[in-house]
């Protein structure tokens, strides 16, 4: 990434951690602070998945040309990342679309990382995309993704509240809800246990509330 003489650039945030934190900012925390990764069925399909499409490289198909495994970035909100594929099409279109393992959720965490590529391929294309897409594995189709002013603000806001986790170095508050179901993280993170400490901390202030101080006669 380029820098302007004389201005510090900001911390870099991955496109993959915008996904992490959209879906649970604990979940990012603990990938980027604690460097906890556990993989479960899910992400060991995806990864699988994503073989092809990791593989950098270049096809032309009929009024197509696709591009896989392409790194971007930008260089004022200081992202970083790889795109697994981008189509570019006869009339200047440029398509980025995530390929994804699961069933596609609609505003979920994958918009997110999806739109923050078109942002990073406007600034390395010299282009305009209000367009992304999602292919989900799981039922074999395309999904599209608005990159509209709101997504922008979106994408910007995550990547400022990444960027805090960082420099915090603070872990975030588990969520202790439905995502946790899905997550690989669970065990690690231990949502449900964490969540209650405030319960906990209650309980063991009234059980244990200090004696006052005695004054003794000599």
Known sequence: MSATPGHR???????????????????????????????????????????????????????VRTLRALPVWHDELGLTGVCDVVEIHPDGTVLPVEHKSGAYRPGGAADVQVAAQAICLEQRLSTRIDTAAIYAMADRRRHTVAVDAAMRQRVARITEQVREVIKSQALPAPAADARCRRCSMNTGCMPKVLAKRPRFEKLRGALFTPAPETEWDD
């Open 9 to 63: 650039p900001p911390w870099p945030v991955t496109l993959s951690a915008l996904e992490h934190y959209a879906y649970c900012p604990r979940q990012a925390g603990l990938i980027l602070l604690e460097d906890a990764f556990t993989d479960d069925a899910a992400t060991v399909r995806g990864t699988l998945a994503h073989r092809r499409v990791h593989d950098p490289g270049q096809e032309s198909r009929p009024r």
